[in-house]
């Protein structure tokens, strides 16, 4: 009986509002916008749906939406305009100041920052070199694919212009996949570990390590921008030149090494023109 009685209820509210919205509008013909508004009538319920424009659309009619376009604030437009004289910065003060922004991370209004309170501990080795690490099986893929020619001496020029590996200071050469290597090569590199040394070898490979420093490597990779290439720098601490100097480790500067071989990536004179 209440259900009943409910839906009677429900039923008589939503009559009075189609009432008064057919009221309103008149649903026959009414156009709006260049639609039309049509009803029919399905199980005593009225449906609505729009048709399809009727009116072609111009390009003189096209607007861009509401407030998607801003007027710019115009600064020093004399005090009419409500932004003149001081424009809108106010009196005195650090932000109505010419060339003070917003302070930056650890500013202090003044006072002296904790980064400058507390001493500094530790040490920063300035000569520290990031050597990337470059595979064995990486090298036979490129020159499988032919982006490295294996006839000719591999250097770090040759590495970086094919994309071998992204470096800044240098590349170590170490053995994963020594395995694939199957193709000799001759390669000029930073370091260079033992199991990649015996498998270059074992081909019938060469494997040299060459020293270069900021300078060298910059006038290595990118000679154009030199008028005349600057004579490369020898290690520089005790350390580098044992390194460079040892004949396991395949160093240049080895007698065993510089007797057979002169790396071609080492300037050891200054050269007037540079290569193109």
Known sequence: MLKSSVQRASASALAQLQKQFSSRFSLSSSK????RLLSTQVA??????????????????????RGARKVRKRLG???GSGHGKTCGRGHKGQNSRAGNGKPGPGFEGGQTPLTQVFPKRGFKNALRRELQPLNLDRIQHFINTGRLDPSKPITLREIYRSNLVRFTDGVSLLARGSHVLSTPITIEVSRASEAAIKRVEALGGRVVCVYHNKLALRALLHPHKFAVLPKS?????????RVYSDPVRRGFLAPEISKEYT??????????????
């Open 32 to 35: 709006i916008t260049g639609s």
């Open 44 to 65: 005593d319920s009225t449906v609505f749906r729009v048709a399809r424009p009727t009116q072609a659309l111009a390009l003189n009619e096209l607007r861009d939406n």
């Open 77 to 79: 437009r004399g005090h």
């Open 263 to 276: 790396p071609t990536s080492f300037n050891f004179e200054r050269v007037e023109r540079a290569e193109a």
């Open 233 to 241: 720098a020898m290690p520089m601490t005790a350390k580098l030149r």
